[in-house]
């Protein structure tokens, strides 16, 4: 070794921020930058009225409830190829209103892919859990359900036999997103809401009609102490729909960013 070579080699670091990848590792970032590519996805959403109390509990107060009695949905994903890689999905969402223009906002969220859960939690905010989805057709029924740590959060099914026709737009996700700081009594470094651009097109049959049904549906929540879906009770099951959809993620936009209001992050419950 040559005198000198020693200190160059034990000196400062040399990875500078404007070479930090997009999310961590940042050395070798498994995600990029929106947006990303979805093909093929299969969707079964099942609708539900709700409580309007268990529903406003769980919204941000930015947020108002759409509807009296409030109105939820479930959505199961299947997603088999898209730029985040293979997995399923199962979101809960609430019907709600930001400023008078219609939005879903998304409460809980089980995914089956660590890409998939990093993606959301980092960019959007989602709060994505890992768990199991199931997304399985069985003769002339389609039969979804989730769980987690082997609890059974949530199960539907669905006979998808009338065509339907595609709603001009879906209202766009919103999360909270809150990333806490690493100090003690410190308020969170991220607190705010999240506008997710979904563009999505629903795929055509051979005939030109497009692939989206409805039919006969069925839902139910069972009760989780980690994974309180069943919170909001089923008061009636409003419609299924199943269909298949070419998607395109995009960046997202901050609704509201929570300032002087968050000081510190709630303890554990006791």
């Known amino acids: ?18 070479q ?5 590792p940042v050395s070798a970032p498994n995600i990029d930058p929106p947006p990303h590519f979805y093909r093929g996805t299969e969707l079964a959403t099942f609708d539900f009225e709700t409580d309007a109390a ?34 399923r999905e199962a979101m809960l ?4 209103t930001f400023e008078g223009r219609r939005v879903f906002y998304c409460p809980y969220l ?3 892919g660590d890409i998939g ?57 919103v999360f909270l997103k809150v990333i806490p700081s690493p100090e003690a ?34 839902l139910r929540l069972e009760r989780s102490a980690v994974d309180p879906w069943a919170a909001l009770p089923i008061l009636r099951t409003l419609r299924g729909t199943y269909g298949r959809f070419d998607s395109v993620l995009n960046s997202g936009r901050v609704l509201h960013r929570y300032a002087d209001s968050v000081t510190q992050l709630v303890g554990p419950q006791r």
């Open 1 to 18: 070794m040559r005198p000198g070579t020693e200190s160059a080699i034990t000196g400062s670091g040399r990875l500078s921020p404007g």
């Open 20 to 24: 930090f990848g997009f999310t961590g």
């Open 54 to 87: 268990a529903a406003a509990a769980l919204l941000p107060e930015e947020l108002s409830l759409a509807h009296e009695p409030a109105r939820a949905r479930i959505v199961f994903a299947d997603f088999p190829f898209s730029t985040l890689g293979v997995y």
């Open 93 to 96: 969402q609430l019907a709600c």
């Open 110 to 112: 089980i995914v089956t």
């Open 117 to 173: 859960l990093i993606a959301g939690r980092e960019i959007w905010g989602a709060p994505k859990l890992l768990g199991s989805v199931g997304f399985e057709k069985r003769g002339p029924t389609v039969s979804c359900h989730v769980e987690r740590a082997g609890t059974r959060i949530a199960s539907a099914e669905l006979r998808p036999r009338n065509l339907i026709e595609p709603g001009a737009t879906v209202p766009p996700l």
């Open 185 to 218: 009594g410190a308020p969170p470094e991220v607190c705010e809401l999240v506008e997710v651009d979904l563009d999505s097109t629903v795929h055509l049959g051979s005939d030109g009609t497009a692939e989206l049904f409805t039919g006969p549906a069925e």
